[in-house]
């Protein structure tokens, strides 16, 4: 009994055994031979079976001992690399009745991985990275994100990982080996994808915004790193929603100097601040575990947007207020119901969700009212020529209004408009006092700016719902409907006048100080009884099956 339990017992390999197995498995695996003929010439079962008695039995301090612990990776590598390629190059509809000869390859590769981590983390990676190097693999994408894929399923920390590939990516940069970068680019925007990603260095972040800004800065010459921006920029897209909290204000704060403190052309500078407005929108400008930080850090980044908006680039500002309503935007898609200003009737159903709970925000806006009020003033006065540039300044506005939806907002909103109304009455309108070219021009200017503040007026009424302040925003609405249609939405690039459309100044057309003081006064102070909202009502889409009716059928049925 007991000569037949040693029989069975799995005892674990000496250190002389386990180098004389690695020695066997590297001659199974071809390692000594060139790569281009290594393939036809492994002996797969062999190999796999000895690769799997050292993983079983081999004791882990032995393993990461043996000076052949190199080579135990490598040749898992081999069997790894070929069982990825059958599967992506030799498709067959039998596959799934086949046993693959590499099956097992990616289970003992992940075995042998767990044998040397977390205690020799770094030989890992670099001994996995420099086989696909000298294998020349990064051109076989496919490959290379599979096996990283396979050690980041492994108890290896994807920001040791994350670091040594961009200093790979940084030495191919030193030598201008574009196309290496350009592969390992593509490798790292598919592995970044995977939800493993954790702990991530400040550093490694910061190289990499690094490198998108110089390959951004440098567009004017068009030189060879110019052609890795589009990568970089993926990278970081795909990195920053894996980022936490902290890590992403740091990475905000790192990355607004870049865009609106350096010195660089209109169109570097647009193409660099997409990267900024896609991390604004994965921001929260408030947190309640994180409070206290949040709430100190987003001071700071409001801040400083309002004085970007405030500067005299016209580039600086639009990118300020877009960055800036992304940042106040939770993710609705509201800002889809403002792309151009518009009407909002009363009695109409529209997708626009208003915040349930927005204490912080509305604190932050107290605290920050008086430069919101002064920059958007001075941005609307020096940046709103543009037709494209008042709809940024709209959508910022709407923004604000639907994110705090409270009386504060609505208030310090209408307060605004009536000085951007009375700032843009103050034009001259005498034909002697400037060319006809710019006469016509500051009308079309302020047409636009009218019809933009008759636009957020209608916004503050359709979500506060108070019988005076809709009875007075309709009459004026109504009056310019009768009277001056150009100075009501939608925005136009030419407007046309009939005979009975008066072009001056009638205090009836434009909205009264105290008339809207008096609407707000009875909104919020006396809480006058609100309108109903409307119901979500169904509407014949093209898919809806009434559609398949002949046309006069349905008709004929209501009786018309």
Wanted: glycine fraction near 2%; include cysteine.
């Amino acid at each position: 009994m007991g000569r037949l339990s040693a029989l069975f017992s799995r005892k674990k390999l000496t250190s002389a055994k386990t180098r004389l197995l690695v020695d066997q498995l590297k001659t199974c695996c071809g390692i000594f031979l060139d790569p281009t003929i290594r393939s036809p010439n492994i002996q797969e079962r062999k190999a796999l079976k000895i690769l799997r008695k050292i993983v079983t039995r081999s004791q882990r301090h032995v393993v990461q001992y043996i000076p052949e612990r190199n080579a135990i990776l490598e040749c898992s590598l081999v069997l790894v690399q070929n069982y990825v390629a059958h599967l992506r190059l030799r498709p067959s509809p039998f596959k799934r009745f086949r046993q693959d000869p590499f099956a097992d390859a990616k289970v003992l590769f992940q075995a042998a991985i767990d044998l040397l981590v977390p205690e020799l983390l770094d030989e890992v990676i670099d001994t996995t990275l420099m086989f696909l190097q000298t294998e020349n693999l990064w051109k076989v994408e496919f490959i290379c994100v599979e096996i990283l894929l396979f050690v980041l399923e492994c108890r290896s920390p994807s920001a040791t990982l994350l670091s040594k590939l961009i200093d790979r990516i940084e030495r191919f940069l030193a030598v201008s080996d574009t196309g290496q970068v350009r592969h390992i680019l593509s490798v790292l925007q598919s592995v970044i994808v995977s939800q493993r990603w954790e702990l991530i260095e400040y550093s490694d972040l910061s190289k990499l915004v690094r490198f998108y800004h110089s390959s951004v800065m440098i567009g004017t010459s068009r030189n060879q790193i110019y052609e890795l921006r589009r990568g970089f920029e993926k990278c970081l897209k795909n990195l920053i929603p894996r980022l936490s909290v902290g890590d992403l204000y740091a990475f905000f704060i790192m990355v607004l100097p870049l865009v609106f403190d350096t010195d660089m052309t209109d169109e570097a500078r647009i193409e660099f601040g997409s990267t900024v407005e896609y991390a604004a929108s994965k921001m929260t400008m408030y947190d309640q575990r994180n409070r206290k930080y949040v709430t100190e850090v987003s001071s700071f980044i409001v801040e400083y947007l309002l004085l970007c908006i405030a500067s005299e680039d016209p580039t600086r500002s639009i990118l300020a207020c877009k960055v800036l309503t992304k940042l106040l935007e939770r993710g609705q898609h509201n800002p889809d119901q403002f792309q151009s200003p518009t009407v909002f009737h009363m009695d109409t159903y529209y997708e626009i969700v208003l915040a349930k709970e927005f204490g912080a925000l509305q604190e932050l806006l107290v605290e920050q009212r008086v430069h919101l009020e002064r920059a958007l003033l001075q941005a609307i006065e020096r940046h709103s020529q543009r037709k494209m540039n008042v709809e940024v300044f709209y959508q910022l506005l709407c923004t604000l209004l639907v994110e705090v939806p409270s009386g504060f907002t609505a208030s310090a909103i209408s307060c605004l408009l009536l000085k951007v109304q009375k700032m843009f009455l103050n034009y001259p309108a005498d034909p002697d006092g400037s060319p006809l070219r710019d006469q016509h021009n500051n009308h079309l200017h302020n047409n636009r700016i009218h019809a933009t503040i008759m636009a957020v007026m209608t916004l503050i009424n359709w979500i506060h719902r108070s019988g005076s302040m809709n009875a007075y925003i309709t009459q004026v609405l109504h009056n310019r409907f009768d009277h001056a249609p150009s100075l009501n939405p939608p925005l136009r690039e030419r407007y046309r006048y009939a005979p009975h459309h008066v072009s001056w100044y009638e205090r009836r057309l434009f909205f009264d100080t105290l008339e809207v003081r008096y609407c707000l006064w009875k909104c919020f102070r006396i809480s006058e009884e609100k309108i109903p909202k409307p119901a979500r009502m169904r509407t014949r889409s093209y898919g809806d099956p009434r559609r398949r009716l002949d046309g006069g059928t349905l008709n004929l049925f209501a009786g018309m």
